[in-house]
């Protein structure tokens, strides 16, 4: 069954076609959690709240077409609330523990900590764009409906953000 076919099931309440969008979506919703919270249980945390909130929502849902920029919005906004909650509980990070977190998740040591070091030079909504962009696999339009801004401003978001990390990690002060 299509993906759009499953979504229509899912608005009328068949749990079966909702489990069933849950298998296409959770492995790209865990990675953009993981890399916005850089923490492996505050990201399933997201994921889990994401799709709790998408299932009791899913009645909701206009357009069977826009489910992916829907669900993506959902994680966003329970991803930033969990950022809230934890600048309140705790000033500061166990920044060892967020290195090795992210480590964990690529093939290489060195590709870990060089995209971790160019993810670190970019601002916020810059870092979100490119996780979106990249490890979403949203085009400009669906990341504009996710975080509210216009197709152009991502594309030249993405574009200038892209080009910063590019040169951090061609730069010469950059140690390899």
């Known amino acids: 069954m299509d993906e759009i076919s499953l979504i229509i099931k ?9 489990c069933s969008l849950y298998s296409l979506y959770k492995d790209r919703l865990y990675r953009y959690a993981f890399y916005k919270l850089m923490n ?6 997201a994921v889990s709240d994401c799709v709790m909130a998408a299932f009791v929502q899913i009645g909701q849902l206009k357009k069977p077409q826009a489910f992916s920029s829907w669900i993506f919005r959902i994680l966003y906004c329970t991803c ?4 809230k909650k934890q600048i309140e509980t705790r ?4 920044i060892d523990e967020l ?3 992210l480590v964990k998740s690529f093939d290489s040591v060195n590709e870990k900590t060089e995209l971790q070091q160019a993810l670190a030079i970019l601002k916020e ?3 979100e764009i490119v996780l979106l962009s990249v ?3 949203f085009t400009s339009g669906e990341i504009a409906k996710i975080m509210d801004m216009t197709s152009g401003s991502v594309r030249s978001n993405l574009s200038r953000s892209l080009k910063k990390m590019k040169n951090f990690l061609e730069s010469d002060s950059y140690e390899k």
């Open 135 to 137: 490890l979403g696999g």
């Open 125 to 127: 909504n810059e870092r």
């Open 10 to 18: 899912a608005k009328t309440g068949d749990k079966d076609a909702f």
């Open 80 to 83: 930033s609330a969990i950022t």
């Open 40 to 45: 492996e249980e505050d990201a399933k945390d």
């Open 91 to 94: 000033k500061t990070e166990d």
């Open 99 to 101: 290195e090795n977190t």
